[in-house]
């Protein structure tokens, strides 16, 4: 088969979650926008809700659905985005909770569905999403006996434990929201890890579920293996790959695998990704193809049948660094064509 294989281990995924639950007292959701930051938003919504989660986040009302559609009724979902336009039929029937983010959406949803319960947004300082803190001291007094199920904001520097903007953040939440009823919520992953002080009554972790930093203890829940299409020999002096970039500087080997950029491994990381069999790491050689990369096993003592670029040893977080960018983006961009596989158990 050409297929490369997505190997998405469940209950590693249900320890990341257990583990961040146990950092805290108050109650822990789960982020699973995104399609489950790439690994399928129903399997892992479910195994989760399995695990004892209660609450899940979506970035958007037909992430929502989807959630819906594999939970059923009872978990409640709640819908980043608020109410925007159009949603209104999918918010009411499925049951979704808009965390509301303007002036014109907590007008839309009063209006539109009157006792329908939802949340409040609150912009401490990201200026993403949420109202301000003018707009909330005007309405506060309107909006708190409407009873929402949720008063959240959110961290813009929590990766970084040491930010100023952190302890700025916590300062004008706090402003904003002591002594109220409804319960708060401020914490992502790295909020978790920022210490108690952050957690309030729900934390909402999406990336270290996944495996991802800054949750440096999680388990690896992503594992990639790309098949090999063909191995041949390359004299030194001869090139592989587009723009000739890689040159044989001895007798090589070079395998040719299945995958490439457009099943998210991103280009930038062709010169600082390896590929791995058993303990050994082969060098990317050349040019990442859109389905194909070629990979320097010359040093490999026997020719494997397969090669993997993600496993317990290099994660996420190392294909991330390889490209210059996050872990989220790795994870949100594995490819729809990769064979998935889930590991229950
Ligand atoms: C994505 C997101 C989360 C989850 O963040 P992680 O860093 O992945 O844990 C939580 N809250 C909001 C508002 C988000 O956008």
């Keep these: 088969m050409g ?62 659905a989807t959630i819906r559609e594999a939970l059923g009724p009872g978990p409640a979902i709640h819908v980043f985005s608020g109410h925007m336009r159009g949603d209104t039929d999918m918010i009411a029937d499925l049951h979704l909770t808009p965390m509301l983010n303007s002036v014109e959406q907590l007008t839309r949803h009063l209006e539109a569905l009157p006792g329908h319960p939802f949340g409040v947004q609150l912009d401490t300082g990201m200026n993403r999403l949420g109202l301000e803190p003018a707009e909330w001291n005007a309405l506060r007094e309107i909006i708190l006996p409407q009873n929402p199920v949720m008063v959240m904001s959110h961290l813009a520097c929590a990766d970084t434990p040491d930010h100023p903007m952190n302890a700025q953040q916590l300062d004008a939440f706090r402003t904003m929201t002591d002594g109220i009823n409804a319960p708060r919520s401020l914490a992502a992953t790295g909020g978790i890890l920022l210490g108690s002080e952050y957690h309030f009554d729900m934390c909402r972790p999406g990336v270290g579920l996944y495996g991802g930093a800054p949750f440096t203890d999680a388990a690896p829940v992503a594992y990639l293996d790309l098949p090999i299409i063909q191995v041949r020999d390359v004299a030194e002096g001869e090139t592989v790959g587009y723009s000739n970039t890689w040159e044989a500087k001895r007798m090589s080997r070079v395998a040719t695998v299945s995958a490439g950029y457009a099943d998210g491994v991103i280009r930038a990381m062709g010169p600082n990704a390896k590929l791995r069999f058993g303990e050994a790491l082969c060098p990317v ?53 990769y064979g998935r596989r889930y590991v229950t158990g």
């Excluded at 977080?317 to 989220?328: H, K, S």
């Design 3 to 64: 297929t490369a294989s997505l190997t998405i281990d469940l209950p590693a995924l249900v320890a990341n979650w257990r583990a961040l639950d146990a950092m805290t007292t108050c109650e822990t959701g789960a982020t699973v926008k995104a399609n489950g930051y790439g690994l399928g938003a129903g399997k892992v919504a479910r195994a989760l809700a399995q695990a004892g989660a209660r609450h899940f986040f979506v970035a958007v009302a037909e992430e929502g």
């Design 285 to 337: 050689a050349g040019r990442i193809s859109m389905d194909l990369i070629t990979v320097d096993i010359t040093d490999l003592d026997e020719e494997p049948r397969a090669l993997s670029l993600l496993d317990d040893k290099q994660t996420v977080e190392t294909l991330a660094e390889a490209a210059g960018t996050i872990g989220y983006e790795i994870l949100t961009s594995l490819g729809a064509r």
